[in-house]
C-alpha cells in the first residue's frame, strides 16, 4: 500500500505538471541567428572570405594546391571549372552538381577527405550560405 504522503506527494506534483502545460503550442519570435541566417545575402565577397580563412593558405590551396582560392584567383579558378574529378567545382545555380560544395558539406562523390582538413568543418550556417549563393548563381558580387 503506498503511503499516504507518497500519495499526496503525487497528486501535488501531477496537479504542478498539469498546471504548467500550455493550452496550445505558441511560436516563438526568430532568434537574432535564425533572422540572420534567413534575411542575410551571402555575397561572392563573404565567399572569398571563408576561402582565405580556412582553405586559401600557403601549405593548401594559395597556390601550392590547386584550385587556387587566393583572393583576386578563386572566382575564375572555381565558377565553371572543372575539378579533377569532372564536376564543375561551382555550377551556378546547382549546389549539388558543384564539387567544392560537396566537399565542404560532406556530400557524396568526393574523392578523399571532407574540407577544410585539418583544422574542423565549416558550420552549417556558412555552408547553407554557401549554398544559396550559388543557387543565386554564383554571382561575383
Not at 504548467?20 to 505558441?26: H, Q
Not at 542575410?40 to 594546391?65: E, I, K, M, P, Y
Not at 557524396?108 to 543565386?136: E, H, K, Q
Amino acid at each position: 500500500m503506498i503511503p499516504k504522503y507518497m500519495l499526496l506527494l503525487l497528486m501535488v506534483l501531477g496537479a504542478i505538471v498539469a498546471g504548467g502545460c500550455a493550452d496550445s503550442i505558441t511560436e516563438s519570435e526568430p532568434s537574432v541567428l535564425d533572422r540572420t541566417r534567413v534575411n542575410a545575402v551571402f555575397r561572392f565577397s563573404d565567399v572569398q572570405a571563408v576561402l582565405n580563412n580556412n582553405c586559401a593558405f600557403s601549405s593548401c590551396h594559395a597556390g601550392t594546391q590547386l584550385p587556387n582560392m587566393s583572393a583576386g584567383q578563386a572566382y575564375a579558378n572555381l565558377v565553371n571549372q572543372p575539378s579533377f574529378q569532372g564536376d564543375d567545382y561551382i555550377e551556378p545555380g546547382d549546389p549539388s552538381a558543384s564539387y567544392l560544395f560537396r566537399k565542404i558539406s560532406g556530400g557524396p562523390n568526393i574523392n578523399g577527405v571532407r574540407m577544410p582538413f585539418p583544422g574542423g568543418y565549416l558550420s552549417d550556417t556558412v555552408i547553407d550560405s554557401i549554398g544559396a549563393w550559388i543557387s543565386r548563381g554564383a554571382p561575383n558580387d
